[in-house]
């Protein structure tokens, strides 16, 4: 399965380096060429000698080495690299990747490589949930590496919580999607291409959406009172063009119907830019057919001004009340003419979150709604995170923490995905 496969993986000092023994094993019997390298504080959790003897390569510790062959040995290595795992990655490791730093072998041959990275966190939970090394993995996703949730369970302290590295055979199938399935492949941004459509996931599993066409709706619908004034809200298009960036790191063809929005959009998608809720809904039914994923993350205006003045209305002359008509429920309208799309809306609450988000997950035939309630501090309008509940079709309800609006995407696309795939 991944014969010829030449794997370049990294081995830092965490206690779950145990693991990455079986996950070279596995890789080995599956045909690939593993060279494994560890950082100093590895090699004194498991010896060098047991991944040399499985790989049946030599183990790389120290970068100044007697060199093994007459070239650079970690340039030719970087070379020749289908694919760089890092497993476990400690905090410490993974800081110096985002950082630049590379002052062992592990961390020089990352800044060398051009091929796709894999990056398997392990840690404690509470240093796992630390601002520092949320931001360095932010920032290492944001070139188009990958990087495997951990699993929550009990940890080596026997306290519980998110931080386990995940099981051997979750880290091969993560690899094997990758190196196998085909997808545009991440690649580190020394090949200059980490922004153009690279396979990205928050969850386990990188499910893939190769070869399909989501259709993602960002921002604000603005309906015209007159020629200079008009109904909108505050939606500023982050989660909307979040949720657009995680679909194409998955390898998806993405196109945005965007209406109003102040924030910049995702490189490598096509924007079809929209005032009016009716121009949301034609935009939208023209390429239903034709779509797989259908992500309603825009704040559709649910009514608009029965009789635009196509002149400005004066002073002198204002009306004593606007009389507005109900917008089309463009989401609903789709859920009706479904024939095999995945169909997931949002929901902006301000009460009763999760039951009202329920009705609307019924009443337009979604597959989920994900429910924002807007007056959470740092959710919802204008904010870069948010906190979430995911209502699926079967009754289940996901609390999700709050975080950032990208992770959420991939958080809720690593879900979707296998259901578009379906
Ligand atoms: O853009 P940001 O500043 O990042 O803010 C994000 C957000 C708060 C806008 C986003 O997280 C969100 O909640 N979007 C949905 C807003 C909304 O319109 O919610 P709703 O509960 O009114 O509508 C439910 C669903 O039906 C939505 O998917 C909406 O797009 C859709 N709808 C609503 C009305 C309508 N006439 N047609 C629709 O398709």
């Known amino acids: 399965m991944l014969e010829g496969k030449q794997i370049l993986f990294g081995v830092s000092g965490g206690i779950a380096a145990y693991k990455a023994v079986e996950v070279v094993n596995r890789l080995r019997k599956l045909g690939a060429q593993v060279h494994v390298i560890m950082t100093p504080a590895a090699t004194k959790l498991v010896a060098p000698l047991t991944f040399q003897t499985l790989s049946g390569n030599p183990v790389r510790t120290e970068i100044l080495d007697e060199p093994k062959q007459w070239n650079v040995e970690h340039i030719s290595l970087a070379e020749r690299a289908d694919l760089m795992i890092v497993a476990p990655a400690t905090a410490n490791v993974i800081g ?21 990275v894999l990056v398997c966190p392990a840690m404690n939970f509470n240093m796992y949930a630390h601002p520092a090394v949320r931001k360095n993995l932010e920032t290492l996703r944001s070139w188009g590496h990958r990087v495997l949730e951990p699993e929550s369970g009990p940890l080596a302290s026997l306290a519980v919580g998110k931080g386990r590295l995940p099981e051997p055979e979750t880290i091969v199938r993560a690899i094997v999607d990758i190196l196998g399935s085909g997808a545009p492949a991440s690649r580190s941004p020394a090949s200059g291409s980490a922004e153009s459509g690279t396979p990205e996931s928050g969850g386990p599993g990188v499910a893939s959406l190769d070869g399909k066409t989501v259709i993602v709706t960002a921002g604000a619908t603005r309906e015209p009172i007159d020629p200079v004034r008009f109904i909108t809200n505050r939606s500023s298009g982050k989660m909307g063009f979040a949720m657009a960036q995680a679909a194409r ?56 001004p029965a009789k635009p003045s196509t002149q400005k209305i004066k002073k002198t002359g204002q009306p004593a009340a606007i009389e507005l008509e109900l917008n089309p429920d463009i989401l609903k309208e789709l859920g009706e003419l479904k024939k095999g799309q995945v169909l997931v809306g949002f929901a902006a609450e301000t009460v009763d979150t999760v039951n009202n988000a329920k009705k609307k997950l019924d009443d337009k035939n979604l597959d989920l709604i994900v429910a924002n309630d807007v007056t959470d501090p740092g959710s919802g309008f204008g904010t870069d995170t948010n906190r979430v509940w995911l209502c699926w079709r079967d009754g289940r309800v996901e609390e999700l923490p709050l975080m950032s609006k990208v992770e959420l995407a991939r958080e809720i696309l690593g879900r979707v995905a296998p259901l578009v795939r379906e």
Do not use: H, W
């Open 96 to 116: 110096k990747m985002a950082n630049g730093i590379a002052d062992d072998y592990l961390t020089t041959e990352f800044l060398a490589v051009t091929c796709p």
């Open 249 to 304: 790191d998955l390898g998806a063809r993405v196109v945005v119907v965007a209406g109003l929005t102040s924030a910049k959009p995702p490189d490598g998608v096509e924007i079809i830019e929209v005032e009016t809720a009716e121009q949301m809904r034609q935009a939208l039914l023209s390429r239903y057919e034709m779509t797989d994923l259908v992500i309603k993350a825009a704040a559709v205006a649910d009514f608009r």
